[in-house]
């Protein structure tokens, strides 16, 4: 039992969803529809959260369903399979970073 557990709450139907290769980062794949007066739109997207649940990023991808992603060994790149088509996206994550007199 995880006392500590963390709930995310993604607004969109999830069908794929991985870890990056070294646990920081929470890649979750689905579709979110959206209803206005006389339409219904369906986006497929790619959503971003750390291991605490905050939401880092979305990455939304053309086409009708993401069926499948698969993170690269180094965790900067990462493979979606889309209808019958790969996409490859480079993630930059945010470096932190500081300043100290003349040197970065």
């Not at 971003?48 to 905050?54: K, R």
């Not at 990455?59 to 060994?73: D, F, N, Q, R, Y």
């Not at 180094?74 to 932190?96: C, K, M, Q, T, W």
Request: hydrophobic content about 40%; some cysteine.
């Amino acid at each position: 039992l995880d006392e500590n557990a963390v709930l995310i709450d993604t607004g969109m139907t999830a069908s794929s969803m991985k870890w990056n290769t070294n646990g920081t980062v929470l890649a979750v794949a689905g579709n979110h529809v959206t209803i206005t007066s006389n339409e219904r739109r369906e986006l497929s997207m790619v959503q971003f959260y750390s291991p605490y649940g905050q939401h880092l990023r979305t990455l939304k991808v053309p086409g009708s369903g993401i069926s499948a992603l698969s993170w690269e060994g180094g965790s900067l790149r990462i493979a979606l399979a889309v209808e019958s088509h790969i996409y490859f996206a480079n993630i930059r994550p945010d470096y932190r970073w500081c300043f100290f007199g003349d040197t970065v």
